[in-house]
């Protein structure tokens, strides 16, 4: 098989299966309250809640599209082309799957004017999700500091969440960890730039 058709099956399937997988886990979180009705909160329904809200948030879309670009790209566009393909492929099937469920995005009962809107406003901002982040994916190699746009989405999702997030267990475990991404960005800067002075 030709490299460049084995690099293309590889983006598939790998576009795919983590697309998928995100998609699935964001439909979870999307339907807590009813994992949360059936029966009390065992240890691994906790993990699965946990990664579910997780996966279904700002921050980890964009590391994912971030990831992608890394990956795939051979240079700025390609980078941003394969991102915004994965990106699409995630909320097609977040769309999908979800349109199953009562908690989930139903696309299939909105009227034509809803229905508009919400292909407009979630794939247009997966298609900008995606660019930005195979962009700054790629940039990353040559450019460290790019990744600075990672730390300030993290306190975007901060505060869209506001102190909603901290009032039960999954909530605190999810800003918990956030705020731990944030410190971990800000150190990697921090001991990056210490490098670069120390360089000089």
Request: with cysteine; net charge positive.
């Amino acid at each position: 098989m030709h490299k460049k058709q084995k690099n293309k099956l590889w983006f598939i399937l790998y576009a795919l299966f983590l697309g998928g997988a995100t998609a699935i886990l964001s439909v979870i979180s999307d339907n807590l309250q009813f994992i949360y009705l059936d029966g009390p909160i065992t240890t691994p329904r906790f993990i699965i809640s946990y990664l579910a809200i997780m996966f279904d948030s700002l921050p980890i879309w964009f590391l994912l599209a971030m990831i992608t670009g890394r990956i795939f790209g051979k240079n700025i566009k390609s980078a941003a082309t394969y991102s915004t393909i994965y990106t699409l492929i995630a909320i097609t099937i977040y769309f999908v799957i979800g349109s199953s469920y009562s908690g989930g995005p139903n696309i299939l009962a909105l009227g034509l004017k809803s229905l508009a809107y919400v292909l407009i406003t979630w794939y247009g901002a997966s298609v900008l999700g995606g660019i930005l982040g195979g962009i700054t994916g790629f940039v990353f190699r040559s450019k460290p500091y790019v990744l600075l746009i990672f730390p300030a989405g993290v306190l975007l999702q901060l505060c869209i969440n506001g102190t909603r997030a901290w009032v039960d267990t999954n909530g605190i475990a999810q800003s918990t960890t956030y705020c731990l991404m944030l410190a971990i960005s800000l150190w990697y800067f921090y001991i990056l730039n210490k490098k670069k002075v120390n360089l000089n």
